[in-house]
């Protein structure tokens, strides 16, 4: 087994497996309910589903899996709604903005990429990882993208610039998670090396005057044209 998450109301379960198949379950039953399967077989192995969760409303469940994929479906019915295919590479996790309206996917061609829910369409792909990215999560604002990597760094993003804000010190080992707390003010962060870290989160739910500003108390000169440049995009 991969992953389980709750539903919102906390009455069923959804879990992720090596299996190729996603589960939904009734907790006070502990009866399996529906089989969310996939059609996509690797000839040699089933291929595993990575992460299995509920959206905010509880109507869909997103996965992602080895065979490529992204999958939206129905949780009533079970039926499968969407499918996003990836070029290259596993999809090592898939999750919702708390707002419904964006799925982020954590991918092992070492991007994480952004869907639209309502268009299909994708909104965005952030580079800048040397190796797969393990996990993606949205802030709490959905401003800010969070992303685990196995080059051993965990990276927050800007959505709307698709630039990296923070890139935390290099792990011993690989970073296999990252999770903003629900005030999006701290962020934890998962290793292979068995650490747990919390951070605290500067940049989550601030605008680019608030950083000027932050950047103002702690810098005593000011910035050079390559800082400009390359920090806040200014061209000169």
């Known amino acids: 087994m991969h ?5 919102p109301d906390g009455r069923l379960i959804v ?3 090596r299996d190729g198949t996603a589960r939904v379950w009734d ?4 009866q399996q309910l529906k089989v969310l399967k996939s059609e996509i077989r690797n000839v040699a192995s089933q291929i595993d589903v990575s992460t299995a969760e509920f959206s905010r409303d509880g109507k869909l469940i997103v996965t992602s899996s080895r065979d490529n994929t992204v999958r939206i479906w129905n949780s009533a019915s079970g039926e499968m709604q969407f499918e996003w295919r990836i070029g290259t590479g596993f999809v090592n996790s898939a999750s919702f903005s708390r707002d419904g309206k964006y799925i982020v996917a954590g991918c092992a061609d070492q991007t994480a990429r952004v869907w639209a829910l309502q268009s299909h369409q994708i909104v965005a792909v952030l580079r800048g990882h040397d190796q797969w990215v393990n996990y993606a999560e949205f802030s709490p604002d959905g401003s800010l ?3 685990a990597s196995g080059d051993k760094t965990v990276r927050i993003w800007e959505i ?3 630039q990296t804000l923070i890139q935390f010190p290099a792990y ?9 707390s629900p005030d999006g003010k701290r962020l934890a962060t998962a290793s292979t090396d068995g650490s747990v870290q919390l951070f605290a989160c500067e940049v989550c ?13 702690r810098i005593r000169r000011g910035l050079t044209n390559e800082e400009l440049e390359r920090f806040l995009r200014v061209n000169l």
């Open 205 to 217: 739910g601030v605008t680019g005057e608030h950083l000027l500003r932050l950047a103002e108390r």
């Open 160 to 162: 709307d610039t698709r």
């Open 3 to 7: 992953s389980v998450a709750f539903s």
């Open 27 to 30: 907790v006070s039953s502990r």
């Open 15 to 17: 879990t992720g497996g």
């Open 172 to 180: 011993q080992n690989t970073v296999m998670g990252a999770s903003f």
């Open 145 to 147: 993208i969070v992303t």
